[in-house]
């Protein structure tokens, strides 16, 4: 008797223990590498970063590695990318990713039903494809798939409600849902989860109805985890503030390093060009490789902050750059002479007859006016200017000073009387406009939207307004930013671009002009 109630009150505990289990969709291990694919949806976590920092904070002795893959207007079986920038499969082994979260479907269910039974068809094909990789070397990676948001009704006549996207959003979510079961792969359906978010939110979480805002991929991010890992409490933003503030430290050296501006000389048709012996290869992808080397340095440190420490990165273990000869100092520039004196420079010139040439700035007064890419005035009368000292792209062991700057002449004397640094650390600026109230800003692969709000000249709102913009040659990329009268942003373009956005009506894409 005593034999068959134990047996019994086993089998009800053994029985509690797999529903428990079961209830936990995903199950990670100390060390696994986490890589995120898939479109906005995905590129935008890492800004934002807290699924990263709840997964960080609630496993916290893991030591768990997470990379980016995410890139605007993918699709499971189109992915956009300039010359020679690698395969998915060639980033998925880079990053020997264990784990792999998919954010796939918006841009697919734009195409609408029609088109619903390929994107099944797709999404089998290459979830059989990923299980059959073994990116870490070990074994098959494990998937989740996660479905597209709801469109948000921001209920302005600017933008769409939704209601014809949240039709096809919900057919196609019901599509990922049906292909995931059959292949017994895990799904989170954040169509449902974002839509009972609107209903409770007091503002919107969104931007456009389909890009979330930092609070709304806050609230996203919880409702990821209450699916994923039920039993795990989510921390307070006052407990995690350190930790998420780390973990986008060490995002923002890897976005630097897979979004890599200029990817043209790093590694397109350019990169072989070489200048007294040294190619833009060998310069470049030595900087890709310290750029990988200081993400990992701060790897280490997420997970100090996570265990309740901290760990001073010192960055004393990367790879020495090449050094590459100025250019009055190489053989193709020596003839050239030295550099004139900004008031010499005048002299040179040959003046209309009635005009006369005044110097208003220089670097020589204002170090930080060096490489001016566009100028524009603004209704205070003040010269506003883009700098871009970083070209072609932001070194990683310099520090950053790509900016907004603002020049007044308070006095009317025709000279600048200070240099304001309106927005600084930015990286590879192209062109800026000004609009509602603040500036947009390319600095690619995104245009930014960024606003004083206190009337310190300081830009303290910053957005990132427009992913996907082509940085495979940041020379030929947006620029000559105008405001139409009919309200659209336009710019000017080179060749060598490969973009895709994505916004509430359609998937722009554009191939290389030339």
Known sequence: MRNFLFVCLLSVLLSQST?????????????????????????????HAWLETYIHATHPKHQLTFRNLGFSGDEVKLRQRSNNFGSPDDWMNKAKADVVFLFFGYNEALKGNEELAKFEKDLGEVIDSMQAQKYNDKWAPTLVVFSPIAHEN???????????NNHKLAAYTAGMKKVCEAKKVAFVDLFAASQELYDDADKPLTMNGIHLLDHGNKAVAGAVMKDLFPSAKIPDDKSIAKLREVVLDKNYYWFSRYRVVDGYNVFGGRS???????SNADVMKREMEIFDIMTENRDKRVWAVATGGDLEIKDDNIPKQ?????????????????YLDPVEAIDKMTIHEGMQVNLFASEK?????????????????????????????????????????????????????ECIVFADELNSITGFEFWGGGVLVAAPPEIWFMKD???????????????????????????????????????????????AFETPTHTHRTGASG
Do not use: C
Request: proline fraction near 7%; aromatic fraction near 8%.
């Open 322 to 338: 090449l050094v590459v000869p100025a250019n009055k100092q190489s053989k193709f520039q020596k003839s050239l002479g030295e």
């Open 365 to 417: 007064e204002f170090p930080r006016l060096v490489n001016p890419v566009q100028t524009a005035v603004d209704t205070d009368s003040r010269l506003w200017v883009s700098v871009w000292p970083s070209y072609p792209h932001w070194n990683p062991v310099e520090k950053r000073e790509d900016a907004i700057l603002i020049f007044p002449d308070e006095n009317n004397d025709g000279k600048a009387d």
């Open 272 to 278: 072989r060009l070489a200048w007294d012996g040294i």
């Open 453 to 499: 709000t206190d009337g310190d000249d300081k830009a303290d709102v910053k957005i990132r307004m427009l992913q996907g913009i082509s940085s495979a040659d940041t020379h030929h990329s947006a620029n000559a930013m105008i405001i139409t009268p009919d309200g659209y942003l336009n710019w000017s373009r080179g060749i060598f671009n490969v973009a």
């Open 154 to 164: 921001l209920r302005t006549p600017n933008l769409p409600s939704g209601s014809e």
């Open 19 to 47: 529903e428990v289990v079961a209830q936990q969709k995903l199950q990670l291990k100390p060390n696994d590498s986490v890589v995120y694919i898939g479109n906005t949806m995905a590129d935008r976590m890492q800004h």
